[in-house]
Each structure stands twice: as structure tokens, then as C-alpha cells.
């Protein structure tokens, strides 16, 4: 007998560093869950949002550069703000690298994990792209570069650079901005957990363990 | 046509986001500071 899934939608950006730390977090949280003899089968479908953008795709400067002149912040402010972030990253495993982080706009990445989401890829694409953003200070907004890391994770590069080139998922994109909006959502890392339940932000793994607990019971007694 | 509301119902305390571009601090902050004017950060609202 199959286990029943149990879907998880995520909106999130790239360029979001308390996304990848969620995507830690929430995994852990899925560990958690199964471990604790939940049986559903966790599966997670990213959803775009784009934090930013008014950010062109050759922005010239940091993200000090960025945050100071672009969204009025002091520069101490920001050197503080990155500094802490890069440790708090570091307790998830994740080595974040601010000075050679290339800031760009993010459109053509979600692009990139709608047609990753059709090849069964999504997450591996996902995880590519945030790792080349946030610890290689790789360029995540130019189709080459993107097509690239788009070949590593096991998809046809040609393919990838045709499909950024005619904008084919670019409504799909559009589609996952209009559907945040409806749903009020205005900052992201954002769950909405088998329909039932929404979470904001980068929680604690014990949080998402006991959500997913919790809508896993609330599916078993009142199934859709 | 009625305004979309969210199908669901939010758990979870308030945890660290980021939202117009800007992202919470780490340690002083859950939500970033615009979220203080209620531009951002909680339970999302039905859009208008």
C-alpha cells in the first residue's frame, strides 16, 4: 500500500536569505516528522516570489551597495544585518559569502525551476541556485549562467536556454506573484501545508515537525 | 466577486522574513522593520 503525500507549497525568492535557511530548517522539520513515525510522504513545490523586483539583472555593486542605496539603509546597519545573517546561516551548514554574492534580478530563475518543476527537478534546481547565489557568488540572472547550473543538475541546457530565451514559464511566474497576492503574502520564506495550514518565515524545526504532525492527523480524520 | 482569502489557517509563532527586498536581523529582530508599520511579517491578510 502507498503513502498518502502530504503537499507542501512554498513561495520563496533566491535572493532570500532566510529562505535557504527555511529550506534547512523545514527539512529538518520533514526528518523530524518521519521520525517520529509520521508516514505521509513530504513533497515540496516552490512557488515564485520576487523580492526585489525593481533589481536590474547587471546590477553594479554588493549588497551593501544594494541594501544602502537602493532601500535607504545605513551602512552600518546593513555590514550588521549581513554579518549576523552569514552566522546564522552558518548554525544550518550553509556558508554564506556577501562580498562575492552577484545581486541580480531573480525572474529567469523562477522561470528556470517552473521547467525544472516539469522534469521532476525542481528541488535539485532549487538547491543549485540558491548554493551558486549565497556561497559561490555565482550570476543567477543571465540565461548562460543559468543554463549551466540548470545542465549540472541533470537538464538539457539546450532546452533550458530556449525556454529563458522565449519566456515560455514567465506566466507560470506571473501566475505564483498573482497567487501570493491574493493570499496576502508579503514576505517570504511562506508554507502553506497540505492546504490546511500556513506558515510565515524560517520557524524552527520543531515547528514545521508539529505542523506537519498536526495537518497529517487533520488529513487522516477529515480527509479532502 | 468576492476578495480570495486564504484557505488556511496560520500556525507557527512570527519568524524571520524577508520582504521588499529587505530581511529580518538575525537575533533583534523576527520581522523586518517595515513589518513594524504592518507592511509585512505576520498572518497574511486577504488581498483587496
Redesign the interface.
Known amino acids: 500500500m502507498s503513502r498518502e503525500v502530504m503537499k507542501i507549497d512554498v513561495w520563496s525568492?533566491i535572493a532570500?536569505?532566510?529562505?535557504y535557511v527555511g529550506k534547512r530548517r523545514f527539512a529538518e522539520g520533514a526528518r523530524r516528522y518521519a521520525e517520529a513515525g509520521g508516514d505521509r510522504v513530504i513533497e515540496v513545490e516552490y512557488h515564485a516570489f520576487e523580492?526585489?523586483p525593481d533589481?536590474p539583472v547587471d546590477f553594479e555593486g554588493s549588497e551593501v551597495d544594494?541594501?544602502v542605496h537602493?532601500?535607504g539603509?545605513s551602512e552600518a546597519k546593513v555590514r550588521?544585518?549581513l554579518e549576523?545573517?552569514t552566522?546564522?546561516a552558518a548554525e544550518e551548514g550553509l556558508a554564506y559569502d556577501f562580498d562575492a554574492l552577484k545581486h541580480t534580478k531573480t525572474l529567469r530563475a523562477h522561470e528556470l525551476l517552473h521547467l525544472a518543476k516539469e522534469r521532476g527537478l525542481q528541488d535539485q534546481m532549487k538547491e543549485r541556485l540558491l548554493r551558486a547565489y549565497f556561497t559561490e557568488g555565482r550570476h543567477i540572472g543571465h540565461i548562460a549562467s543559468l543554463a549551466d547550473l540548470a545542465a549540472e543538475v541533470g537538464l538539457d541546457r539546450d532546452e533550458v536556454v530556449a525556454a529563458l530565451e522565449d519566456e515560455r514559464y514567465r506566466p507560470a511566474v506571473i501566475a505564483d506573484f498573482d497567487l501570493a497576492?491574493?493570499?496576502?503574502?508579503?514576505?517570504?520564506?511562506?508554507y502553506?501545508?497540505d492546504?490546511?495550514?500556513?506558515?510565515?518565515?524560517?520557524?524552527?524545526p520543531e515547528?514545521f515537525a508539529e505542523?506537519l504532525q498536526?495537518a497529517a492527523e487533520e488529513a487522516a480524520e477529515d480527509p479532502a | 466577486m468576492s476578495d480570495p482569502k486564504p484557505p488556511f489557517e496560520m500556525l507557527g509563532a512570527e519568524a524571520p522574513v524577508c520582504a521588499d527586498g529587505v530581511c529580518a536581523v538575525p537575533d533583534e529582530a523576527t520581522v523586518p522593520e517595515e513589518t513594524v508599520a504592518g507592511r509585512s511579517g505576520g498572518p497574511p491578510e486577504p488581498a483587496q
Do not use: E, N
Not at chain 1, 532570500?16 to 529562505?19: Q, T
Not at chain 1, 497576492?181 to 511562506?190: D, K, L, N, S
Not at chain 1, 495550514?197 to 524552527?204: E, K, N
Open positions: 525568492d532570500c536569505p532566510w529562505c523580492l526585489a533589481t544594494f541594501l537602493h532601500k539603509m550588521r544585518l549576523q545573517m552566522a546564522t497576492g491574493a493570499y496576502g503574502i508579503q514576505g517570504v520564506p511562506f502553506v501545508i492546504g490546511r495550514y500556513g506558515v510565515s518565515g524560517a520557524q524552527p515547528v505542523v498536526k
